[in-house]
């Protein structure tokens, strides 16, 4: 029997699986897709998602940034962070680091979807093979979640993302976050001459005219983009627990806020590690536990920053708040870097 199936290859899932090698577990994954899988993602790795990386021995190519800038085209506010530095990274760079490191450990990856899942108080059954565990690991729009009857609806108007690259050196070493009226535009140095530019919105029109919003960063901007754009959404995704008997979902599966704090890849990595440890312990059952405390500050933090964005009012003062409590903005900032 395996102790562990994974169903979904990106790099959470990827990642379940070398913390369950390295926790000494049999581990597979199912993953229909060939690595790498682009996708929209804004690119930025804080410095705890960095150190988690290096940790697994995942080899990491990308560019350096030292911290987080606000800015409304007038007024600006900028962190660094206290941990280390961040890591601008290409999602299709990481992913392929990250399945290259999965191979060299020999964990089996099944070129193919999971297939139909049913499991029993002594183990889970899927594509012919036994586990004593799955990790749901399908992302943001998760089967798993939905055939197992975890997922919440939600009333909120939805927030997608779009993101494209341009061919341009970076001006700065921080990622800037531009913010308007209703949306924000996250600049992530991702190589020598290459920036990505993540929208966040809730307008469903094309990328281009979503840019006219931000006069300033277009003005840096070369006029056509250097990559196509990726779409994501609706962002946010909820579900009424982490735990189906011996299924455990993880990373976007589990539930989604908001890309607003840029916190996706760190938070799906401690998951990962909270939801092998369950599993190694066997312990499923205090994995909803370990999961609300590994995501409580990106979910306590995304939710009041969206809270504000979507008040007029409050909006209008982010980023002039930033600027003169500066050290407010540093103290969050790091929070997310953590």
């Given at each position: 029997m395996?102790?562990?199936?994974?169903?979904?290859?990106g790099?959470?899932?990827?990642?379940t699986?070398?913390?369950a090698?390295?926790?000494g577990?049999?581990v597979?994954?199912?993953?229909?897709?060939?690595?790498?899988?682009?996708?929209?993602?804004?690119?930025?790795?804080?410095?705890?998602?960095?150190?988690?990386?290096?940790?697994?021995?995942?080899?990491?190519?990308g560019?350096?940034f030292?911290?987080?800038?606000?800015?409304?085209?007038?007024?600006?506010?900028?962190?660094?962070?206290?941990?280390g530095?961040?890591?601008?990274?290409?999602?299709?760079?990481?992913?392929?680091?990250?399945?290259?490191?999965?191979?060299?450990?020999?964990?089996?990856?099944?070129?193919?979807?999971?297939?139909?899942?049913?499991?029993?108080?002594?183990?889970?059954?899927?594509?012919?093979?036994?586990?004593?565990?799955?990790?749901?690991?399908?992302?943001?729009?998760?089967?798993?979640?939905?055939?197992?009857?975890?997922?919440?609806?939600?009333?909120?108007?939805?927030?997608f993302?779009?993101r494209?690259?341009?061919?341009?050196?970076?001006?700065?070493?921080?990622v800037?976050?531009?913010?308007?009226?209703d949306m924000?535009?996250?600049?992530?140095?991702?190589?020598?001459?290459?920036?990505?530019?993540?929208?966040?919105?809730?307008?469903?029109?094309?990328?281009?005219?979503?840019?006219?919003?931000?006069?300033?960063?277009?003005?840096?901007?070369?006029?056509?983009?250097g990559?196509?754009?990726?779409?994501?959404?609706?962002?946010?995704?909820?579900?009424?627990?982490r735990?189906?008997?011996?299924?455990?979902?993880?990373?976007?599966?589990?539930?989604?806020?908001?890309?607003?704090?840029?916190?996706?890849i760190?938070?799906?990595?401690?998951?990962?590690?909270?939801?092998v440890?369950?599993?190694?312990?066997?312990?499923?059952?205090?994995?909803?536990?370990?999961?609300?405390?590994?995501?409580r500050?990106?979910?306590?933090?995304?939710?009041?920053?969206?809270?504000?964005?979507?008040?007029?009012?409050?909006?209008?003062?982010?980023?002039?708040?930033?600027?003169?409590?500066p050290?407010?903005?540093?103290?969050?900032?790091?929070?997310?870097?953590?």
């Amino acid at each position: 029997m395996i102790d562990l199936l994974v169903a979904g290859g990106g790099p959470v899932g990827l990642a379940t699986a070398l913390y369950a090698r390295r926790a000494g577990l049999s581990v597979e994954v199912f993953e229909p897709r060939l690595a790498p899988i682009d996708k929209a993602c804004g690119e930025g790795l804080m410095p705890c998602a960095v150190a988690a990386l290096e940790d697994l021995l995942v080899p990491l190519r990308g560019h350096p940034f030292r911290g987080i800038r606000y800015t409304d085209g007038h007024r600006g506010a900028e962190a660094e962070f206290a941990a280390g530095l961040g890591l601008g990274v290409r999602r299709t760079t990481l992913h392929a680091a990250l399945a290259d490191t999965v191979r060299q450990q020999g964990i089996v990856v099944h070129p193919r979807p999971v297939g139909p899942v049913r499991q029993d108080a002594r183990g889970v059954y899927a594509d012919g093979l036994t586990a004593r565990y799955l990790a749901a690991a399908d992302g943001l729009h998760s089967p798993l979640r939905r055939s197992l009857g975890l997922e919440v609806p939600t009333a909120t108007p939805p927030r997608f993302g779009l993101r494209t690259h341009f061919q341009v050196a970076p001006w700065t070493d921080l990622v800037e976050v531009h913010w308007a009226n209703d949306m924000e535009a996250y600049v992530t140095p991702v190589a020598p001459e290459l920036v990505g530019v993540a929208i966040l919105t809730r307008r469903r029109v094309p990328f281009a005219e979503q840019l006219r919003s931000f006069p300033r960063l277009i003005e840096r901007l070369p006029d056509v983009a250097g990559s196509e754009t990726r779409g994501a959404g609706p962002l946010l995704q909820r579900s009424s627990s982490r735990v189906c008997g011996r299924i455990l979902l993880v990373g976007d599966a589990a539930g989604y806020v908001d890309a607003l704090t840029g916190e996706g890849i760190s938070v799906g990595l401690a998951s990962a590690r909270a939801l092998v440890d369950c599993v190694a312990s066997d312990q499923p059952q205090t994995y909803e536990r370990s999961w609300l405390k590994a995501t409580r500050r990106y979910r306590w933090l995304t939710s009041s920053l969206l809270w504000a964005r979507d008040h007029r009012t409050s909006a209008a003062v982010i980023v002039p708040s930033a600027q003169r409590l500066p050290g407010v903005f540093a103290a969050a900032v790091n929070q997310l870097a953590r």
